[in-house]
């Protein structure tokens, strides 16, 4: 089977070493094996997503030397596309609308939080009446779109397994994600479903992404088992650290592509800091 690698990062700022990192191991694993690698934009959150950095991440990959197959995908052109797999979901009775605000939802810091770090939601809108769900959408009100999880999880018959690429396989438990959002009030999908999608859609056969993610996958496995996706490999790698070993984030304007291009590197040199 040919290898299908991809970077996928979201325009939300400038590519720092740490994504440069990510593509590249990506870019290696295609090349090595004479594979593909994609690259896609994961703009689908129109409150932190911008245009300019969409084109600022192909001229910084250019510029390091990574060129990528075919046609760059853009989830933002492709709505219809995550709202059919919501509909699909929804069919069989897997999402209901939640209309709590963050004020409603928000707990002590005590309290259980998903891996994303959001409050583990309690389930205030899980037991609503259809009666009602429909009066407060026709009011206007607005809502999100959330997992039922117990069901999603006994619709499911095989066990899930998350295993990495080089370690033995585990169990999944994607229910430390509680009901999670699938669709936000004011983004279209949220980035789980959008993901999961499109590395089945693209036939994406080896992830491989940062370590911050791997909890992820363990409702990746959930979302592919629902929607009788394959199921790609999973290699997550470690995180880039700066000097204090804080790991490197956008507020790290000096480790952007950008600005080191700026300061004299070359391409070279920059994949030569970041190989090791
Ligand atoms: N778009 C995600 C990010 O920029 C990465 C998605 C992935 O690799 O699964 O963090």
Redesign the pocket.
């Known amino acids: 089977m040919s290898i299908v690698t991809r970077f996928?990062?979201?325009p939300t700022g400038h590519l720092h070493l740490g994504h440069a990192f990510s593509a590249l191991i990506a870019w290696r694993r295609a090349r090595a094996a004479g594979g593909r690698f994609l690259l896609r934009l994961?703009d689908i959150d129109p409150t932190r997503c911008r245009p300019e950095f969409a084109t600022a991440i192909l001229e910084d990959l250019a510029w390091l030397g990574l060129d990528w197959d075919g046609e760059v995908r853009v989830q933002s052109g492709h709505l219809a596309e995550y709202r059919a797999v919501l509909d699909a979901l929804a069919t069989r009775g897997l999402l209901y609308p939640c209309f709590c605000t963050r004020a409603d939802i928000q707990q002590s810091a005590a309290a259980p939080h998903t891996p994303d770090g959001a409050p583990l939601y309690p389930g205030t809108c899980r037991s609503l009446s259809a009666d009602e769900r429909a009066a407060r959408i026709a009011a206007g009100e607005r809502y999100a779109l959330r997992l039922d999880m117990a069901r999603a999880l006994s619709a499911v018959s095989q066990s899930l397994t998350c295993g990495e690429e080089s370690e033995a396989t585990i169990v999944c438990h994607p229910e430390q994600f509680g009901d999670v959002v699938l669709a936000r009030k004011d983004a279209p999908a949220s980035?789980h479903l959008c993901?999961t999608h499109d590395d089945a859609l693209q036939g994406v056969t080896l992830?491989t992404?940062g370590a911050d993610?791997k909890p992820a996958t363990h409702l990746h496995r959930l979302l592919q088992a629902l929607m009788g996706w394959p199921v790609p490999a999973y290699a997550h790698h470690a995180l880039l650290t700066d000097a204090s070993g804080r790991r490197l984030a956008k507020r790290d304007h000096a480790m952007t592509l950008r600005e080191l291009r700026a300061q004299g590197h070359s391409p070279e040199a920059v994949r030569l800091r970041i190989s090791g």
């Open positions: 996928a990062p979201s994961e980035y993901v992830i992404r993610l």
